[in-house]
């Protein structure tokens, strides 16, 4: 396989996954990108995923409460991606994170649970109230897969933060 095979299968399987999301998440980092170097870049990068580390079991929390300790099947589907390491000749843009979500129920998503979301994501320290959250409708589910992967085409092969995706054993069948 070539390298434009191997991106063609991963925006797929990406692809395939979403489709089992419900929705689509952007949040904003204060992690300016414009004309640093790259080793400062690596540092950001790290940042960000220590971030989203601390982050991630409070979005859990807040989308299925402990029901997932419980049971297995009710882990969330999450898939993170950290997008903004290609541009560094804009001076407006900053890291942030795409994420697909999905086996959750809407009902979740209610008043509270966007204030808290906002409250934990700007608690990592780097996290900005910038926060974009939309439904993935029937048909848009497999875009967004591809969208989430789009870096890789620029060249950023590790956009798609598998350390961070949590993706529940019963869903990985197809």
Known sequence: MNKQQITCAHDQFLGALTQKCSLSITLQTNLKTYNISNWLMEKHIETAHQAM???????????????????????????????????????????????????????????????????????????TNDIKITSLRRGREHGWGTYINKETHKGNEWCVDYASTQIPSHLLAY
């Open 53 to 127: 580390r601390s982050f991630k079991p409070k979005l859990n929390r807040l989308l299925t409460g402990n029901g997932y300790r419980r049971n297995p099947e009710l882990l969330p589907i999450l898939i993170f991606s950290l997008e903004g390491t290609t541009n560094t000749y804009d001076h407006n843009r900053t890291l942030h994170f795409h994420i697909a979500a999905g086996n959750f129920e809407d009902n979740r998503l209610d008043v509270d649970f966007l204030e808290t979301f906002v409250k934990h994501w700007t608690g990592t320290g780097i996290g």
